[in-house]
């Protein structure tokens, strides 16, 4: 329960902390109010049992906490006219933020029924974990978040992502104690190494010892003091430790804190930006220790709760139905004296909003938090200025990641004074054959140098740590904050953010259905080193799950690329680095391969995202073919063709089309995906009746998933990775899982009615094939010649 | 290259530093020889060309180091009689475990091919990173390994989880700094919080910074050491700093602050075990600071490569083509001076194996890293012990998972000596309503206590820690070593270790291919508070795709069950348990749901995994139905049974029937899963060409790509999530997603032919039902009676 502080003077730039403990107040009114009430929202009469939800659900636990910091970070944002951005870690805060939002005006200006007033208030409150109502987390339905943190582990690299080239930001990140244990928070720490005080604004990390999870105490509040000193400073780190439950010695001492950190930042940054100093300084952070549902019901029928696990959700249940009860919540509600802080019409009173700032410093207001309003478009020059000559199909070969690489280079340079594009990725840029764009930019680094070192550098905005979350983490916090960047993975790892994509994709699944949330650019990924090419990393690094994965999600937003050479890749890339609100998953080799398309066909193709490749078919091109070879993805194709040119060589009047699909949700039915082809143009591409072998790149099955409501869905007979992974070579792996030109030939003839005994030798011979391919590789190690050299002749 | 260091007598207890130095050389030899020699292994003719592999991949970088530490493990093993085992992280080093598994024998002893003499080393070499030999990761073929480390971060909770219960064991723990940039890596350290010095043993983390990763400094190498020194403190250990290049020095270093560690160990544990001690001590390990690639080329062609990022993989290439190359590479071989250290049959000499242990004290002889060795049979009572009583179906409702709870509780207490069954959980065991473990058994804990906490113990076997990666970690190296274990989570963030799933799921597919590894305990999953019931959290919160995630993987590990109530979760969860080499998903609800079967009848159905419940249906049961309800989890269940109750009362002429699944698997096809059911038994269940409705727990897609191959398939029509998902109450996530029962009743109305015009107007009244609870929602924000107060008329 709460008693209102006494007056000082003590710090001249202080505002009047009873105004800040109103502010406060009304906070933690607003928000238990959000938990508990469905009318009466000013406690004009006395609480009734209708009044009441009547399903109480909600987080209780980490709001007044995170209301101190709000109210703090107002005064400092309005005191020092700052440009500010808050990620609100702790996943059930919401109510708190709602709360603030709705005090400084900035949720009745983007939902003008839920007006500044009484009945505002009662529509604020009502609207909470209510059916058709809003979540309990930071969702992007709340002005001002970019982190909807339901999944805990991500606001600190979501604010340092937000934080990279907006250099006069400040980032405030609350971390909430539960949260700190994840592993992609606990490292998430170390981008204090990445951070570079010139070109970067400043994250403020505000660590908050609510001490107690959903039902357990947090390892980090149950460190003693030094052991946890020890760990922030070991992360880089100047903790400044705020302790307290008394709400006025509490505030002086945030007030002190915040200052001293603000100082700091801003001397930090003269330093580095005025005076040239280069050395990576102890960033300044918080440590907030306050009770768990402070200021709530200290007890209930005599069991704690304020300060233990069980003020994690509601503090006070059974309210509508037990009297006393009823009595207790009134109590508690009518603690925080509503009546001195809402005019009688329900509009907070002027001393309530003394510490507020104006305008966009209002922190649900800040465009930096709805970065589509901050989104230019890049400078892309277009693939043609990197394409690869080709004159006919299948005569040279390329890496095209390298290729792309070319692109990317470009675009840093031409992004250099910008600074909105930036390429992340776990220590695998080179591996995955992007270095080119080292000579444009370099790798962010602020830790210690050595002179052998290469392409490290302050300013770089390539950006590698062995974390994939954290890469993720920075990634989605630079497009929420509306600007582009491009994740580049081995493919099998992309699956380490399974559940970060998911999270992302519905951030972006909502916020496409609210109309103030501007478009921000597409969370871009380039899937390489992938499952075919995996020569000594083995069994391990060899999943092509990930496509499975997103293409379980949210239609509208996710789309799935397998340019089938070094061209194509440029045009998708080109592509996905243009378009908003997506997650593009593009998955491209990185070993040399063949070119097949010119860049005039690329983008016509890619445009299409599946066609016939009518050069590499044989037989009538208007008429029905008597079998279709359909692949997707690089390694596939090269097989397909293969095969294709095996059977014009073999049986030379066997029509065989030849189908190539870059984009895997034109195969999606029309009324399930967007791309989706109807049923007319997918008969046309695939017939209605004739047998299809699809070389697919990644699992079999999800072609069937993705084509079972076609004509031809009987006739579909897909080939693809089926978990056969070992250590081997490039060749040996499609052997390994039937998708070998010399398989797919044998399932033609298998599949093609009538052909008789004129390919009983084909078929024959193609089993000799891979009988010489089993004895050769036990031999030397190494792919045949007869596969080593091969090459489409046209 | 390498000078042996001069012979020292400073401390008593070390094995001469010449032994030491002999036995690490020939380590470094052995593993260079594997990333390069096809022949010609002991050097005893000049190099040439063809003695040379023909495509050189491997890892060199990170292998000097982990010999080292194997030299020096050996030592103290020896020396002291220890029980170890070791991890080794950096992912990889394996050429380091062969080569030391074949001098200390137990490689030679598992595969008596490669014998340890001249023959067998050139098998040695000659298999690695080769097509059909062994990859570069310490995959399942090689003895002593529990961890492949292919995807990096988990050793260190690898690590944790095997030294749990097991108070005789040292398991050492090689960190790469590399790994030690993960997310779950970053957070493991925090282990130390939870090991119990009395019951468990001991880990000794041995950070190895070798300064660089693929083509970066590592961030932990860069650090100030002070810095660095201040992060370990605050995870809670001593750290012991080895720092060098100078083999003599490190190895006295290295012999020195091995002694101290294990000296501190023991009396940490003395102090604990016999002193009573319940202070959380600050557990020693160890900072090896060596050169990246150490004892290999300092530089080639002038750019240096020791002690660079250029020594990751192959430090020198091209050996094959350019003499100048192999001499340098013969020259680099020969420092090695492998006359000294094999004999002229290629036998390790004396001197060599000095500090080798005997038998099953050797590393690769640990039993526990054979864990099926050590494997004992659950006390497990059996499902009935805890079975609720259904007279009748329907009639009344339990808490599955809370059931369950009564189960686990009785085993923590069947095997309160034994201690080899542990529950793992992020900071969920309460909240999915198993805390009835807690009257047998606490939660793991050894930081700070406070009054107010509740069943917290030293030496509890329930494991929260609020990362999933951790969870899934100990839990791993826990049953790798031959104990039991379940793994609770809220369904949706089980993709939190989507990537880490993949992995064991690999290791146990390969494991089962090797005769001599021995069946360990299955991989158990209880996946609760699920997509249907996230009535507050929302959307976030909602995601049944880890089912899919691991029904791609290898079908011989991977089973999926949906238990539809409390005593066929009972059931299933007790033959979980009592499995081997598994990863059973069970995916179950935690709120109150129908009992719809007796003991008796659940083994019986969970037996058979899809059955029809005859009970349920309508018509003569031995006849073919008109329509074929089915379904597959908790809520679709009751949907289904509802629906069903609602043709019987309104079309009492459809002959309805219903179809239960509980092993996802048995609709795959026999071919491709072991519990896939033969087509004629799949079409006894669900007919070959009746209309079947079939409501999914999960994501919809699933279905067809399990049953695509069905007679039936195109008569198949699945309802399930998709993705419509919001903060609201179970009915109206249902009928948002189209799973209710009224529009279950409105598809079979509309796919069974000849309904004609009777059955216009019940499907009118079903989307009436669907209307009334629209506005019964936006009333009331609870569900309507009809649907909330519904019980099955049997």
Redesign the interface.
């Known amino acids: 329960m709460h008693e209102t502080p006494a007056a000082t003077e003590e710090d001249p730039r202080a505002v009047d902390p009873r105004a800040l403990d109103a502010h406060w107040r009304a906070a933690n009114y607003l928000a238990a109010g959000q938990l508990y009430l469905l009318a009466n929202p000013l406690l004009a009469e006395p609480l009734r049992p209708e009044h009441i939800?009547?399903?109480l659900?909600?987080h209780w636990g980490s709001v007044p906490g995170l209301n101190l910091v709000h109210t703090h970070l107002d005064r400092v944002i309005r005191a020092r006219a700052l440009r500010a951005l808050c990620v609100w870690g702790p996943g059930h805060g919401a109510p708190a933020v709602f709360a603030n939002s709705w005090l400084e005006g900035t949720y009745s200006e983007t939902y003008p029924d839920v007006s500044r007033d009484a009945a505002g208030m009662e529509r604020l409150f009502r609207q909470f974990?209510?059916?058709?109502?809003?979540?309990?987390?930071a969702?992007p339905d709340l002005p001002g978040s970019i982190h909807?943190g339901?999944?805990?582990?991500y606001s600190l690299a979501h604010a340092y992502g937000a934080a990279l080239d907006n250099p006069e930001l400040l980032v405030a990140c609350v971390v909430g104690d539960?949260?700190a244990?994840?592993?992609?928070?606990?490292?998430?720490w170390?981008s204090t190494?990445f951070l570079d005080p010139v070109h970067d604004g400043a994250v403020l990390p505000i660590l908050h010892l609510n001490g107690y999870?959903?039902?357990?105490?947090?390892?980090l509040a149950?460190?003693?003091e030094a052991?946890?000193?020890?760990?922030?400073?070991?992360?880089?780190h100047e903790p400044l430790h705020v302790t307290g439950s008394e709400p006025g010695e509490v505030h002086r001492e945030m007030a002190r804190a915040m200052d001293t950190a603000l100082d700091r930042i801003a001397a930090i940054q003269h330093a580095a930006r005025e005076e040239g100093r280069t050395e990576r300084p102890a960033w300044p952070m918080i440590v907030l220790r306050t009770p768990k549902g402070w200021t709530g019901p200290a007890e209930v029928d005599g069991v704690?709760v304020e300060?233990?696990w069980r003020a994690h959700q509601i503090p006070l249940d059974g309210v509508r139905d037990d009297p006393a009860r009823l009595r207790q919540l009134e109590e508690w509600l009518r603690s925080y004296r509503p009546e001195e802080l809402f005019d009688a019409d329900g509009a907070p009173r002027d001393e309530v909003l003394a510490c507020v700032p104006d305008g966009d410093l209002r922190l649900g207001a800040s465009p930096y938090a709805n970065g589509g309003l901050l989104t230019r478009e890049l400078p892309l020059r277009g693939p043609e200025a990197f394409a690869v000559p080709v004159e006919k199909p299948g005569a040279a070969r390329h890496e095209p990641t390298r290729v792309l690489g070319g692109m990317l280079e470009q675009l840093m340079r031409d992004t250099a004074e910008r600074r909105d594009f930036r390429l992340v990725g776990a220590?695998?840029?080179?591996?995955n054959r992007l270095q080119d764009v080292y000579r444009a930019t370099g790798?962010a680094?602020q830790?210690?140098?050595?002179p052998?070192?290469e392409h490290?550098s302050r300013d770089g905005r390539v950006m590698?740590?062995?974390?994939e979350?954290?890469c993720q983490g920075w990634l989605e916090g630079y497009t929420l904050t509306g600007r582009h960047g491009l994740f580049s993975s081995y493919e099998?790892?992309a699956?380490?953010v399974?559940?970060m994509v998911?999270?992302h994709i519905?951030w972006l699944?909502?916020s496409r259905t609210l109309p103030w949330r501007r478009p921000v650019p597409s969370l871009n990924y380039l899937l390489t080193s992938h499952v075919w090419r995996q020569?000594?990393?083995?069994?391990?690094?060899q999943?092509p799950?990930f496509i499975?994965?997103v293409l379980?999600?949210?239609p509208e937003v996710v789309r799935v690329y397998l340019p089938p050479d070094a061209n194509t890749l440029l045009s998708v890339a080109d592509h996905a680095l243009r378009s908003r609100d997506y997650v593009n998953v593009i998955v491209a080799g990185k070993q040399p391969g063949f070119d097949w398309l010119s860049m005039d066909e690329a983008v016509a193709h890619c445009a299409r995202g599946a066609g016939i490749w009518e050069w590499a078919g044989n037989g009538d091109p208007g008429a029905e073919p008597d079998v279709v070879l359909a692949a997707a993805g690089d390694v596939p194709t090269e097989e397909t063709l293969a095969a294709a040119s095996l059977l014009r060589e073999r049986l030379p009047d066997l029509a065989v089309r030849v189908v190539n699909v870059v984009d895997m949700t034109r195969l999606m039915p029309h009324e399930d995906h967007p791309h989706g082809m109807p049923d007319a143009e997918f008969d046309a591409l695939f017939t209605r009746d004739k047998p299809v072998i699809f070389a697919y790149h990644g699992?079999p099955?999800?072609l069937?998933?993705l084509a079972?409501r076609r004509a031809v869905?009987p006739h579909l007979h897909v080939r693809g990775y089926k978990?056969s992974?070992?250590?081997?070579?490039p060749f040996?792996m499609v052997v390994r899982n039937d998708l070998d030109r010399f398989r797919l030939v044998m399932d033609v003839i298998d599949r093609v009615p009538g052909l008789g005994v004129r390919a009983a030798p084909v078929r024959q011979a193609m089993a000799d094939a891979r009988t010489r391919h089993h004895d050769w590789?036990?031999e030397?190690?190494?792919d045949m010649p007869e596969v080593a050299e091969w090459t489409w002749a046209s």
């Open positions: 939800k009547p399903r659900l909600g974990s209510y059916p058709g109502g809003v979540p309990s987390h969702a909807e339901g999944e805990l582990g539960g949260e244990e994840t592993g992609p928070l606990a490292t998430s170390h190494k999870k959903i039902a357990n105490p947090t390892v149950r460190l003693p052991e946890l000193d020890a760990l922030l400073r070991g992360y880089g704690p300060d233990t220590d695998e840029t080179a591996s790798k680094w830790a210690a140098e050595l052998t070192d490290l590698e740590i062995l974390s979350h954290v099998a790892f699956h380490l399974d559940s998911n999270q519905k699944k909502i020569d000594h990393n083995g069994f391990s690094h999943d799950g499975d994965h379980n999600k949210s699992y099955w999800l069937h998933r079972y869905h978990e992974g070992t250590t081997t070579t040996d590789i036990r030397h190690g190494t």
